[in-house]
Structure formats: C-alpha cells, structure tokens
C-alpha cells in the first residue's frame, strides 16, 4: 500500500515557465512533509518541507502548498531553469513515533525535464 | 557534499553471493536508515538505526540484516543474493535531537548493487 503516491512519473517544462509536481498522502497521520531533488549518480538532497500547521512555504523560486483537507501537497518552480532538471521526490513523516524513531516515507519521484 | 559516505559506490557480483555495504553517518548523528532504489521505484524504507540500537524496520527481506557500531557507522549486509536485489542502496543520517519537524535526512551518494 503505497502511503505517499506521485502519479505523474515525468514532466516537461519550457525554461521560464512555472513546474507544478503534485503528491498525495493517505496517511492521516502525516503531518511534515518534504520534497528531495535528486540528479543521477547523487544522493537525494533536500529542497524545502512544510509542516501540517502551515499551508505555504516558500523559500526562493520554489513553494510547497499543503491540502490537509484533499492530503495533496505541491511544489511550485518559478520560473524553471535548466538546472532544476532532476527527479523530485515527496516525502512524508508522522512527527513522533517514540524516540530515536522516525521515518521518512517516500513517493517514486517524478522526473523533471526543463527545456531551455 | 552531504557528510555521509557510503562505500562502495559500485558493486558486482553474482548471484548466491555475500555482500556488505558500508555507511558513515555525519558527524554527530545518532541515527542511520537504509533505503532500497530500484529501477522505477522510489526510495524504499529498509531499516533505521538509532545510537546503536534498532528503531524501526521497513520492507526488508529476511537475507538482508544490518547493525550500527559504536563508532556510529553502519554496515548493511546482503546475502544469497538474486538478480532482483540489484539496486541502488542509499544511507542516510539525521541528528539524535528528539524534535519533531526538523525531518530532514541527509544521504550519502549511494552504492549501487548489481548482480549477474
């Protein structure tokens, strides 16, 4: 059962324009969410998270929107460059689970492409 | 550069064989995780390490096992190795501070399994 889902593998986007990449949640215990970039042959990094009290973050070109209501979150690029090409992955945590205890759960990731 | 390194970045070998993975958190985090990426998948959950001690495991298969010493450094050990379990295996850390919210995970570039 697949708890975080990210159901468009790949996007293509013209430089300048905006990415949405979309993810949904059906863990209602959820409540901070993360997106990760990864290029190939790197490790995932991390991008910008967002937790359950808010419904926006923003930190330079990219904002995270959260729908508790919908359990839909969404990270927005504007404008897109050349650079932001990679795959970019959602993840999900419930914020306490014992100590020391805590987990990440991720989406497949959706493939960016930004086209100069 | 994440902090974490993971030996070795590339492996070869054959099927019914033994192999170990390696992982050195950053400094000072007391929690380590291992992630299974297979082709098309996203960053499956194996197992998380806590100050030595097991936390919390995730879809790992019984020929799997792994440990964190004291030193903090972990090893994932794969055996009877099948043509399936070629994949890329991720490590990350995080930092033993019991807060909720501060999720993010830092991972290392990742050791990339194949088995013939």
């Known amino acids: 059962d697949q708890q975080v889902k990210q159901n468009s593998p790949s996007l293509s986007v013209q430089e300048g324009r905006i990415s949405i990449l979309n993810c949904d949640y059906t863990?209602?215990?959820?409540?901070?969410f993360l997106w990760y970039k990864k290029y190939p042959a790197e490790g995932p990094t991390f991008l910008i998270s967002?937790?359950?009290?808010?419904d926006k973050n923003e930190d330079g070109r990219f904002t995270v929107f959260l729908n508790k209501s919908a359990k839909h979150l969404s990270l927005h690029i504007v404008p897109s460059q050349p650079g932001d090409s990679a795959v970019y992955f959602c993840?999900?945590?419930?914020?306490?689970?014992?100590?020391?205890?805590?987990?990440?759960?991720f989406g497949k990731g959706t493939k960016l492409s930004v086209i100069p | 550069d994440s902090g974490v390194t993971q030996t070795p970045k590339h492996l070869i070998t054959a099927t019914g064989q033994r192999v170990t993975l390696r992982c050195s958190p950053r400094?000072?985090?007391?929690?380590v995780y291992w992630y299974q990426q297979s082709l098309d998948q996203g960053l499956q959950f194996l197992i998380q390490?806590?100050?030595?001690?097991?936390?919390a495991k995730g879809n790992i298969l019984e020929r799997f096992s792994a440990q964190q010493f004291p030193d903090l450094h972990s090893e994932l050990n794969l055996s009877s190795l099948e043509l399936g379990d070629s994949a890329l295996y991720f490590c990350?850390?995080?930092?033993?501070?019991?807060?909720?919210?501060?999720?993010?995970?830092?991972f290392g570039e990742g050791s990339r399994l194949t088995v013939l």
């Open positions: 400094s000072g985090d007391l929690s």
């Open positions: 863990n209602s215990m959820f409540d901070y």
């Open positions: 967002i937790s359950s009290i808010k």
């Open positions: 993840a999900a945590s419930a914020s306490w689970s014992g100590a020391g205890s805590y987990q990440l759960t």
């Open positions: 990350a850390s995080k930092s033993g501070v019991p807060l909720p919210n501060t999720g993010e995970l830092f």
């Open positions: 390490y806590y100050n030595g001690e097991e936390r």
